[in-house]
């Protein structure tokens, strides 16, 4: 059995009987029967959870004549994250804010959550980048799809039919090289983020360690930003009006 965290043991206690019910409907045999729920999946629930009491809390709070702090801080990621993807993809950037804006909340609130005692960063496990990093990947194909419709193939090609043979393995194991670099990148830092953290709190009185999760705080920061600034550009690159 593996070691549980408090909000994990409270899960699989409730869900472990249907959670294993459903796995095995669907030909997947949980390694632990009584505890299906891993401690990854279990703070992305709780990062989820927040994310959307969080959502809910700004929307019952908008407000036009007196906006509160937390509704400016949102407006200004916001206004962040659209000037970006302005500058990157174009005039046309609009739609794809909301997407961007949750998968960096998403991850940021992931990245930082390691720092608070008896929880983990579910980023700094290999399968919670791979699937940020999927999803990122499917959704900037199905936008580049629903920009082009099926012309969107094309660019696999590349600009001469002749190479089109060439050109189409190239370009396939490229974009799927993206999903692995984007993987690898939030796993690798958060990982060694989590370590050091770990080490210096674990050796070092309490005020000493203060330093080392300011550093991990930045990390989270900047990791989370890197991988929006990165999704933005390979939307730029499915959704550009030239294909």
């Not at 965290?5 to 019910?21: E, K, Y």
């Not at 980023?123 to 936008?143: D, K, M, N, R, S």
Request: glycine share 8%; charged share 10%.
């Amino acid at each position: 059995m593996p070691e549980q965290l408090w909000f994990t043991q409270i899960l699989n206690h409730l869900f472990a009987g249907p959670v294993t019910s459903l796995l095995r409907m669907l030909g997947v045999e949980p390694r632990y029967a009584a505890a299906p729920i891993s401690n990854s999946l279990a703070m992305e629930i709780l990062i989820f959870g927040g994310l959307l009491l969080l959502f809910l809390l700004v929307r019952s709070r908008l407000s036009v004549d007196s906006p509160g702090g937390l509704q400016h801080s949102f407006e200004a990621l916001e206004g962040f994250i659209q000037d970006q993807s302005n500058e990157i993809i174009g005039h046309h950037s609009e739609p794809y804010t909301a997407f961007l804006t949750t998968l960096g909340l998403f991850i940021l609130f992931c990245n930082v959550l390691g720092i608070i005692p008896t929880f983990e960063s579910p980023t700094a496990v290999p399968v919670v980048p791979l699937g940020c990093a999927l999803a990122a990947f499917f959704y900037y194909q199905a936008q580049g799809f629903k920009q082009a419709g099926v012309g969107y193939v094309k660019q696999f090609a590349g600009p001469m039919p002749m190479m089109a043979p060439l050109m189409v393995p190239i370009e396939i194991i490229s974009h799927l090289a993206r999903v692995l670099s984007l993987t690898i990148r939030l796993f690798a830092n958060m990982y060694a983020g989590d370590m050091v953290t770990l080490v210096f709190v674990s050796l070092l009185p309490v005020a000493f360690p203060i330093p080392f999760l300011g550093l991990h705080i930045f990390v989270s920061l900047l990791q989370a930003y890197i991988f929006v600034l990165l999704t933005t550009v390979y939307l730029q690159g499915a959704v550009s009006q030239e294909h």
